[in-house]
């Protein structure tokens, strides 16, 4: 099994995701889990600065989050505008439409979550869920790592 976990993760993951577009097509059709990752965030806290929502766009950068910002904005789900003590940064908040989508999705998710979780006991929920941290904190090192030896190795020559 360990030979395989790799590809268990992302197996795993590209399936969630053809679900989650499946579930919440009935709302909004082409609606993104990295859009849902920043409904999230700024349910939890009202107004962000654009690059505080980057994590999740790793690999598409800002460019990635940026996409997904004017979109959003465009369906009126967000609002953006300029900080008032630093121009130079961009606040997002939700809208009210915004709060309406992240509050139908979280009912599609209430409703679907008892199938999904079927015979998986708390138990093994949680494992799952530091056995996903613990290797999402290795990836993160190795990415590291790999970044400051790609930097001396450019130095050096």
């Known amino acids: 099994m360990e030979s395989n976990l790799g590809f268990q993760v992302y197996n795993l993951a590209r399936i969630y995701k053809s679900y989650f577009l499946s579930v919440t097509h009935s709302v909004q059709p082409r609606f993104f889990p990295e859009q849902w990752i920043i409904l999230n965030q700024l349910k939890a806290q009202p107004v962000i600065a654009q690059t505080e929502l980057l994590s999740p766009f ?14 959003m904005q465009r369906r009126g789900w967000i609002r953006r505008a300029p900080d008032r003590k630093d121009r130079r940064k961009v606040n997002v908040a939700l809208t009210a439409r915004g709060k309406s989508i992240h509050q139908q999705i979280m009912e599609i998710g209430r409703e679907v979550r008892p199938n999904l979780n079927a015979g998986i006991s708390d138990e093994m929920k949680l494992l799952l869920v530091e056995g996903m941290n613990q290797l999402e904190a290795n990836l993160m090192s190795e990415i590291s790592r790999m970044r400051n030896r790609s930097r001396t190795h450019a130095r050096v020559r």
């Open 58 to 71: 790793s690999e598409g950068g800002m460019a990635g989050l940026t996409r997904s910002l004017s979109t």
